[in-house]
């Protein structure tokens, strides 16, 4: 009889996973570029018969080894396949680092890169780690390609930077520069821009102290003799972008505004990101300030890693950030996006969105390119070790770039709604089954939102605003809390996969509030509570604003079980039984909401 019961029950545990629905957030699902096992920053350009360059930094052992040299790669079907790697500078040379790809109207790809020119083995530095690594100093140079990045040129070129006090300062007192350049050059105007930083000097986190800076060319994009390219090192003094506070400014990112101005963002070490505009061609910019989602707004918050900036072909802007408030080289996983739009000046951004994600919550995806062709879009980014490309979804840089207060009510996966009468406290809810978070029988992941106008007459602990719980425990509650917010607790089954499928491994709980000081007594919020079981991410959106984690929490974002499974509880639910206070309206969603369509909903909440 058992042998019978496991012929039955072994197709549906082990039904393949190509059989459900892939989430393309998940890098795994991304295009691999090969390199030669550490690889960084793969940019690429688009030649003119469609075909993709990319240059990115490699070596066969760690960032910053000896051997750590610069290449090409070429593909002709938008990153499905790639040619092999093609060395612009060898492995057996001094260091190549950080290329920078730019593709003129001739078809001309430069690349610009950190060169160790004088092969010097070891640097003054604070630490023993920052004096073995010799691969962000020596010259600014370039080399080009007239064949797609088949061949370069064998003369490598060398970029006159001028000297700032950060240079006089550092251990060589100038004699030898440290700096490196991320991003991709950028066409404003007839004019290119290459962000680089300048570095002070090295120490504790390798880089102890850095600022912001640009090269420009008013003739790079006509002018075919490289001897005859003019540049101009910006800003225009002695000093590059600094932060408020803090040594660190580095990693500078710039798009062109529509009105002739730059707009620049760049990391720091204080746990948020700057951004500043420039009105005269980059030579003077306005006073550096934290990062605002509005000018005057709210401060966006992001670690110690890159945060990039791009333009659209519509006019609109992407930024590429990772929404956490960190003051180190972690926290890169997810990957978050916003949407820009410029208004009389100024870019406004959308709030933000889970772009890519990956399931070793540790790895550090990062250095990203944004690609556009033909209507279609893709992302590059690298733990380090694996470079990949990801086609995005069109609707969701639609839905970050587009009027929140036009959208509507999203309805697709809208399986309850209730409003005015149907609120009233004590109601039952027929409860549809909600997706399992992670299936263990076809790899899928689902998800829920639930979306509500609430008022609170007082903010005391333990108030019930929704309960679908069974007798064990199992469901879904959400409940006031101590502080003043509100908080929502998933308890489910566990799941495992240790090389066969199976459910139900006792209950666990997964648990998450909004940020604190957002809950008023008397007035009607909007809230909506997230939990996407892709990423594995609790998020709360209230009163149209994504939490971040306001000054108690470096992020307004928590992590479900990655066992978690199902959470379905009783049969029934109730709706406010202990709520003092009311609702207005409550929408049970079967599927994760996009942060731009909570806040769309927003337009219907009191």
Known sequence: MLFVWLLLIFPLLFHPAE?????????????????????????IVVNADGSWTCVMTTAGAHEGSEGQHIVSIRSTDRGATWSAPIPIEPSDGPEASWAQPLIVPSG??????????DNIREVRADTDYARKRVDTLGAYVFKYSEDGGATWSRKRHRIPVREMAIDRENPYGGEVR???????????????????SKVGRFGEGFIARSQ???????????????????????PAGDTGLVAPSGPISEETSIVGLSDGSLYCTYRTVDGHPCHAYSRDGGRTWSDTSWMTYTPGGRQLKQPRAANFVWRTSNGTFLYWFHNHGGKSYDNRNPAWICGGIEKDGFIHWSQPEILLYDDNIGNRMSYPDFIEQDGRYYITET???????HEIDPALLRGITR????????SDGLVTELAGEGCQPGTEITMPRLPLLRNPRSGERGGFAIDCGVRFDDLSAGQVVFDSRDESGKGISLITTARQTLKITLCGTLLKLPGGASEG?????????CDTGLLQTGMPHHITIIADGGPGIISFVVDGVLCDGGETRTCGWGRIHPDLCDINGAKTAVLAPSLRGDVSCFRLYDRYLRTFEAVGNRGEAP
């Open 19 to 43: 059989a459900a629905e892939t989430d393309t957030r998940n890098i795994a699902t991304g295009s691999e570029i090969p390199s030669e096992g550490y690889c960084d920053q793969p940019y």
């Open 108 to 117: 001309r790809i430069y690349v610009f890169y950190t060169y160790n020119i």
């Open 178 to 196: 440290f700096f490196w350049g991320v991003g991709k050059p950028i066409e404003h105007q007839g004019t290119v821009y290459i962000g680089f």
């Open 212 to 234: 912001g800076c640009f090269l420009r060319s008013e003739n790079i994009l006509t002018e075919p003799d490289p001897e005859k390219i003019r540049w101009e090192t910006l």
């Open 383 to 389: 733990q380090k070790t694996t470079a990949r490309v």
């Open 403 to 410: 009027d929140p207060a036009s959208a509507g009510i999203a």
């Open 505 to 513: 491994l006792g209950l666990a709980e997964s648990s998450w509030e």
